[in-house]
């Protein structure tokens, strides 16, 4: 029984008349599963506490406070430092966790209302009983995630709402508990980060599955199209849209109008942040710009001829950028409306006529239909109007430059502007243009300057940005027969690991470590998955034959492979795969099961995320709902500003004991994986670092000496040395590496090594499994 | 720019803040003091330099003419050992600092629990955090800051220094004027 429901599409009564009326009854059903439920569907906040402690247990928080304060509250300010307790009685480590959960339920937040509102406006477009479909014949398992956390198995559009409910209560629980005078102990907060990384993975892969389902984007597709990235893409004489966002309605409007109106072809859509990534999902006729840093350097270059935003990492400035380029902007969603008066309800010529004449510079249409058609027709008349790049006076205006440095000082990452904005006022522009790379478009630099010098606006002056990259478009999940060909060699071992590059753009020195990452794991046969902006930035980069590592390597989740998922909510098909190789793999249950399955993950299943440049709430809560399936992550350094790290201690033995399911005995199996959450000073040292956390128990000794190989080469690499913690890692001399066992066999018995056995590793009890 | 503003202003530190080590002498009686020496060497001594030298060819020396055990993180490991410098331990900063809290922590060389630790050439803001975590976590430590960035979470900090004033400072402070003239 699915319950009932009801569509009346329009009726006239004497109450008047009623349109697009719908009565559902009933909750979202089992349908034909019988898998019985597990212990934990729906789990409440607390439901999952002891296995969160005995995570947390192994990765202890070190907490990096950057305030000492506590301000959140009228008793306050209240100074914490030196072991002092505020006026409600909270230590200063219970704030840095207090702090975390915040950012953690912006988060998680962010990305359930965007699957809300994606839901209800494909619910709109298709119908309640629009079905499910991430991946045709070839994904049964449609949403591992939900079946896993909910133990529900959504069929319809209409099935999500059911979903997104649990997930909306669920915040709103996370939250009270940060008000004054409720949790106060850091480790219980430490859980609820968990519980609502947990719960934002459940919304991102709502919102992926029901737009992969309902806008017919790749649907587990390795064949995904190549699709042009870069401003060099864009064909300038023709009217531009840029869409700014993540949230694809409105652009998916804009590409449907064109289509409908036989304009394709004669607009140019273009579209920075994750939003360009699901509209190529939806037309690969669209171009990315680039990720969520380019937005500065693209609207001052006055190419769009109008700007369309919808939500999420969209500057809080890109009104008045655009206003000083002479550029229109339509805000669309009702978390954004950028103080611009709501004209939805007005006609379309009337909205068309005011943008094209530019009798107002902006307006709020919270109709994604009606967008997609003011937006084309306003850019086509806006085009032969558009005002042409002013062409800056580089020297001229740079000469002015004092030397102060107070741009390097206000630069992520302090980059020496002064030198190079000196030379460029000497008309020597190359170094200043070669800075763009590593940019991360802040704008800082020009907040500060006594001057006045638009460092970045000079920057980009000095740039060509003229290159054309290609990059898979998302994929969207993975299908299951590729989760039957790699799930053996991964919980063997025998693939090295799953290495996820997500996230998003404030790198500590540019895009191109990502790509460098992406292309050092995909040629070590790791499986190397992409998504959002880091998808983006690892398309910028060629090797020697000019290929982009999305030309150079298989889009199929296979060892060597460079999968695109998608955009951020498509980071869910990653996590998804993970449980998708408990489930098919190994045949554990999933429905309501997370406990198990988790542990089954931690132990077996060799996955790392890198979030090189993560700087937003939502990749906080992205990154928790990996912690809390035990996959570690690594973040640059300015990850370091996320206020505490989860790590483990390897010189403490008694903290990696784990239970043998074959003999019921408490086993040593070293620090495997060693950290869960850590900032890496430089590239180097995170390829070290990745290679190291995707070792598991449970490696086969063939599994584990591929794994130390690519260890011990990335270490040796980057420390210029063998890794003096060898011995914590090989179990037996069969996990060593074949060429180098003459090599390492003295390492290890140095440090008192002996053999030990390699257990059916486990963190729970005999009964927690199902 | 004022000396002991953070060198990233908007990166304010805490209720307290580092005293700042205005001259070479402050540095030297802290090395004289120290019982249990740790210094840690950061990529961006490879980068910080003039003239030809960078700053951790000076840190290199000082970190030989006083024997203080030395830490690479990031990727200084082998441009340490390029300079006769043999590391105690190559370890990622986080995970140092994370043993640090730790006040049985034997010392990256097993000899016994530090007790102060100079901290150079992290970029400033991994610095600063880190700087923040080992003030919370682990006050029976005194940290030290050698970058040429004032640094307000250590116990102490050299000030914002031009590269010229950061060079002598060290160059004082660990007695390789001789060497360097």
């Known amino acids: 029984m699915k319950g009932i429901d009801i569509h009346i599409g329009e009726i006239a009564s004497p109450l008047g008349r009623v349109r697009?009326?719908?009565?559902?009854?009933?909750?979202?059903?089992?349908?034909?599963?019988?898998?019985?439920?597990?212990?934990?569907?729906?789990?409440?906040?607390?439901?999952?506490?002891?296995?969160?402690?005995?995570?947390?247990?192994?990765?202890?928080?070190?907490?990096?406070?950057?305030?000492?304060?506590?301000?959140?509250?009228?008793?306050?300010?209240?100074?914490?430092?030196?072991?002092?307790?505020?006026?409600?009685?909270?230590?200063?480590?219970?704030?840095?966790?207090?702090?975390?959960?915040?950012?953690?339920?912006?988060?998680?937040?962010?990305?359930?209302?965007?699957?809300?509102?994606?839901?209800?406006?494909l619910i709109g477009r298709c119908g309640r009983q629009f079905p499910l479909d991430p991946g045709g014949l070839a994904v049964d398992l449609r949403m591992p995630i939900v079946e896993l956390v909910c133990g529900l198995r959504p069929?319809?559009?209409?099935?999500?709402?059911?979903?997104?409910?649990?997930?909306?209560?669920?915040?709103?629980?996370?939250?009270?508990?940060?008000?004054?005078?409720?949790?106060a102990d850091p480790i219980d907060f430490e859980s609820k980060v968990l519980h609502a990384g947990m719960i934002d993975h459940v919304a991102l892969e709502v919102a992926d599955v029901a737009q992969v389902s309902a806008l017919d984007f790749p649907k587990a597709d390795p064949e995904a199209p190549l699709v042009d990235l870069g401003m060099g893409a864009i064909d300038r004489e023709k009217p531009v849209v840029l869409v700014v966002g993540h949230n694809v309605p409105p652009a998916v409007a804009i590409l449907d109008y064109l289509a409908a109106s036989g304009l394709e072809g004669t607009v140019e859509v273009t579209g920075i942040c994750c939003t360009a990534i699901d509209m190529t999902r939806r037309s690969p006729s669209a171009k990315i710009v680039g990720p969520i840093s380019w937005q500065l350097r693209y609207i001052r270059s006055g190419i769009p001829d109008l700007v369309v935003v919808d939500e999420q990492c969209v500057r809080a400035d890109i009104f008045d950028e655009a206003a000083s380029a002479g550029i229109p902007v339509i805000a669309?969603?009702?978390?954004?409306?950028?103080?611009?008066?709501?004209?939805?309800?007005?006609?379309?010529?009337?909205?068309?006529?005011?943008?094209?004449?530019?009798?107002?510079?902006?307006?709020?249409?919270?109709?994604?239909?009606?967008?997609?058609?003011?937006?084309?027709?306003?850019?086509?008349?806006?085009?032969?109007?558009?005002?042409?790049?002013?062409?800056?006076?580089?020297?001229?205006?740079?000469?002015?430059?004092?030397?102060?440095?107070?741009?390097?000082?206000?630069?992520?990452?302090?980059?020496?502007?002064?030198?190079?904005?000196?030379?460029a006022g000497r008309g020597e522009t190359e170094a200043l243009g070669a800075m763009l790379a590593s940019c991360v478009g802040c704008g800082r630099c020009e907040e500060v300057c006594p001057q006045g010098i638009?460092?970045?606006?000079?920057?980009?002056?000095?740039?060509?940005?003229?290159?054309?990259?290609?990059?898979?478009?998302?994929?969207?999940?993975?299908?299951?027969?590729?989760?039957?060909?790699?799930?053996?060699?991964?919980?063997?071992?025998?693939?090295?690991?799953?290495?996820?590059?997500?996230?998003?753009?404030?790198?500590p020195d540019g895009g191109r470590e990502v790509a460098e990452m992406?292309?050092?794991?995909?040629?070590?046969?790791?499986?190397?998955?992409?998504?959002?902006?880091?998808?983006?930035?690892?398309?910028?980069?060629?090797?020697?034959?000019?290929?982009?590592?999305?030309?150079?390597?298989?889009?199929?989740?296979?060892?060597?492979?460079?999968?695109n998922v998608g955009s951020c909510v498509a980071n869910a098909h990653i996590a998804g795969a993970a449980i998708k190789i408990a489930s098919i793999f190994a045949k554990r249950r999933l429905r309501g099961n997370y406990v198990e399955v988790a542990d089954y993950v931690y132990n077996r299943v060799g996955a790392v995320g890198v979030a090189w440049g993560a700087m937003s709430q939502k990749a906080a809560a992205i990154a928790a709902g990996f912690w809390r399936l035990g996959i570690p992550v690594v973040v640059g350094p300015h990850g370091a500003k996320y206020r505490r790290m989860l790590l483990g201690r390897q010189d403490c033995d008694e903290d990696w004991m784990v239970r043998d399911r074959r003999t019921d005995e408490e086993v040593y199996v070293g620090p495997v994986p060693e950290h869960l959450f850590i900032a890496a000073e430089t590239k180097e040292e995170a390829m070290a670092l990745i290679a190291k956390l995707a070792m598991r128990p449970n490696d086969t000794s063939r599994g584990r000496s591929i794994k130390l190989s690519h260890y011990i080469d990335l270490y040796r690499r980057c420390y210029g040395r063998?890794?003096?913690?060898?011995?914590?890692?090989?179990?037996?001399?069969?996990?060593?590496?074949?060429?180098?066992?003459?090599?390492?066999?003295?390492?290890?018995?140095r440090n008192g090594w002996t053999e030990r056995p390699i257990p059916d590793p486990t963190l729970l009890p005999e009964e927690a499994f199902q | 720019m004022s000396r002991t503003e953070p060198w990233q202003p908007a990166m304010q530190g805490g209720t307290v803040t580092a005293p700042a080590i205005e001259k070479p002498a402050a540095l030297a009686a802290l090395l004289r003091r120290a019982r249990r020496p740790l210094l840690v060497i950061g990529h961006r001594t490879l980068v910080i330099g003039g003239d030809g030298e960078r700053a951790i060819d000076l840190l290199a020396r000082a970190a030989q003419k006083a024997q203080i055990p030395v830490a690479a993180t990031g990727d200084t490991g082998p441009?340490?050992?390029?300079?006769?410098i043999e590391p105690a331990v190559c370890i990622s900063a986080m995970n140092l600092a994370n043993r640090l809290v730790d006040p049985t922590f034997a010392g990256v060389d097993g000899k016994g629990p530090h007790d102060i630790v100079f901290v150079a050439g992290l970029a400033y803001a991994l610095e600063w955090t880190l700087l923040s975590g080992l003030r919370h976590g682990a006050p029976h430590l005194v940290t030290v800051s050698l970058s040429p960035a004032y640094e307000p979470h250590a116990s102490f900090s050299l000030p914002n220094l031009a590269w010229p004033a950061w060079r002598s400072l060290i160059a004082g402070a660990f007695g390789l004027e001789e060497a360097t003239a």
Not at chain 1, 557 to 562: I, L, P, Q, S, Y
Request: negative net charge; glycine residues 10%; aromatic residues 4%.
């Open chain 1, 722 to 749: 063998m890794p003096d913690d060898l011995h914590r890692f090989v179990r037996t001399k069969a996990d060593l590496p074949v060429m180098q066992k003459d090599e390492l066999l003295p390492l290890l018995e």
């Open chain 1, 518 to 563: 992406v292309t050092e794991f995909a040629k070590r046969r790791f499986v190397v998955c992409t998504s959002g902006c880091s998808a983006m930035a690892a398309a910028m980069h060629r090797d020697e034959e000019g290929l982009t590592p999305y030309e150079r390597f298989s889009g199929r989740f296979e060892a060597g492979g460079v999968v």
């Open chain 1, 454 to 507: 638009e460092v970045h606006r000079l920057m980009a002056a000095a740039c060509d940005e003229c290159e054309v990259f290609a990059v898979r478009t998302g994929r969207g999940a993975i299908q299951d027969v590729e989760i039957r060909e790699v799930g053996g060699p991964i919980v063997l071992g025998e693939i090295p690991g799953i290495v996820a590059f997500v996230g998003c753009a404030n790198y």
């Open chain 1, 155 to 183: 069929e319809t559009l209409a099935d999500l709402e059911a979903v997104l409910e649990y997930c909306e209560g669920e915040i709103v629980h996370l939250l009270a508990a940060t008000h004054t005078g409720q949790e």
């Open chain 2, 79 to 84: 441009a340490l050992m390029a300079r006769g």
């Open chain 1, 332 to 423: 669309t969603s009702a978390k954004n409306c950028m103080g611009l008066p709501d004209r939805t309800n007005e006609p379309a010529d009337v909205l068309v006529e005011a943008l094209a004449t530019g009798a107002v510079n902006g307006m709020l249409v919270l109709d994604p239909e009606k967008v997609g058609e003011v937006a084309v027709r306003a850019a086509v008349l806006r085009r032969p109007i558009r005002q042409a790049g002013i062409d800056l006076d580089i020297a001229a205006l740079a000469s002015a430059c004092s030397g102060c440095g107070r741009c390097v000082r206000a630069c992520p990452t302090e980059a020496d502007l002064p030198d190079a904005v000196r030379a």
């Open chain 1, 20 to 121: 697009e009326l719908r009565v559902g009854i009933g909750r979202v059903g089992s349908g034909t599963w019988d898998e019985p439920v597990g212990p934990t569907p729906c789990p409440s906040p607390t439901a999952l506490r002891d296995w969160d402690r005995r995570l947390l247990a192994r990765y202890r928080p070190f907490y990096l406070p950057l305030c000492d304060l506590c301000c959140l509250c009228t008793y306050g300010k209240c100074d914490l430092s030196g072991g002092k307790r505020g006026a409600c009685g909270i230590t200063l480590a219970a704030q840095q966790s207090r702090v975390v959960l915040l950012a953690a339920c912006i988060g998680a937040a962010t990305h359930a209302s965007h699957a809300r509102e994606l839901v209800g406006h």
